[in-house]
T-cell receptor, first 110, second 115 residues
């Protein structure tokens, strides 16, 4: 599975868009990009995933570069409840193991 | 729908002891995965069970074993506990089959402390 690199921490003002970058320069052609988040004292929660095209759901948008070497998770209007560790994962669409890195600790501030 | 449930919530053991952690998957799910999360780290994959068999395994010693029951619930057993086994143990369930990504739903975890 491809390795991902994320910033250790980021801050975002409440109500503003939070843009979380992820580098996955060694991703292979059939590996997906998944995003999960983990709010303190809870288990991780699935957010979104994509292969090549940009994706959007009720929680977030995922922008994948054309060369697929990096991606950005966008929370369009961050709230205090979005404060969490966000994990970017690159892997195969097999419903199998997830390889978590260190993640980005996002702090949404009033 | 109760989601993924795990028991117990917290557990304290001493070195050398054995522990069993339990997980009930989300309704409709037949696959259970276990993860270990040390403080300040991301979760690390231990193994995955489907059809009562271990299907995938991460880089964990044989002291870590598991079981899946016909009702899809699962147990994680750890023998000869070490101090380094202190962690949050997460269970995740998913639905097998199909070509659509099988989102994994995580439980709240069991906090194991080894003294």
């Amino acid at each position: 599975d491809a390795k991902t690199t994320q910033p250790t921490s980021m801050d975002c003002a409440e109500g503003r868009a939070a843009n979380l970058p992820c580098n996955h320069s060694t991703i292979s052609g059939n590996e997906y990009v998944y995003w999960y988040r983990q709010i303190h004292s809870q288990g991780p929660q699935y957010i979104i995933h994509g292969l090549k095209n940009n994706e959007t759901n009720e929680m977030a948008s995922l922008i994948i570069t054309e060369d697929r070497k990096s991606s950005t998770l966008i929370l369009p209007h961050a709230t205090l409840r979005d404060t969490a560790v966000y994990y970017c994962i690159a892997g195969y669409n097999q419903g199998g193991k997830l390889i978590f890195g260190q993640g980005t600790e996002l702090s949404v501030k009033p | 729908d109760a989601g993924v449930t795990q028991s117990p919530t917290h557990l304290i053991k001493t070195r050398g002891q054995q522990v069993t952690l339990r997980c009930s998957p989300k309704s409709g799910h037949d696959t259970v995965s276990w993860y270990q999360q040390a403080l300040g780290q991301g979760p690390q994959f231990i193994f995955q069970y489907y059809e009562e068999e271990e299907r995938q395994r991460g880089n964990f010693p044989d002291r870590f074993s598991g079981h899946q029951f016909p009702n899809y619930s699962s147990e994680l057993n750890v023998n000869a506990l070490l101090l380094g086994d202190s962690a949050l143990y997460l269970c995740a369930s998913s639905r097998s089959g199909g070509s659509i990504y099988n989102e994994q739903f995580f439980g709240p975890g069991t906090r194991l402390t080894v003294l």
